[in-house]
């Protein structure tokens, strides 16, 4: 079970890697569209997403000081709001 541990741990957050690919894509590789600095962030917006779609959203915390990666969070699917 340690290969699964989260790296993290013990050290401190730099920041977010947030990754989206349209919901139903058959793709494992999820494109990392934002980045966000600071551990104690609570919300970030992303663009250039394509209207009335949904996505599948997953997050990863980092450390650049002592160069890790958490483990990828949970998808969450969401849709972005339509013109109107």
Do not use: C, W
Request: charge should be positive; proline fraction near 1%; avoid cysteine.
């Amino acid at each position: 079970m340690s290969g699964l541990q989260d790296r993290t741990v013990g050290n401190a957050i730099d920041g977010f890697y947030v990754y989206f690919v349209p919901y139903g894509e058959q793709r494992t590789d999820y494109l990392r569209h934002h980045i966000v600095f600071g551990s104690s962030v609570r919300h970030a917006v992303l663009s250039g997403l394509g209207v009335d779609t949904l996505y599948s959203i997953r997050m990863q915390s980092f450390s650049e000081t002592a160069g890790v990666l958490s483990k990828l969070s949970n998808t969450v699917v969401q849709r972005t709001i339509g013109m109107h």
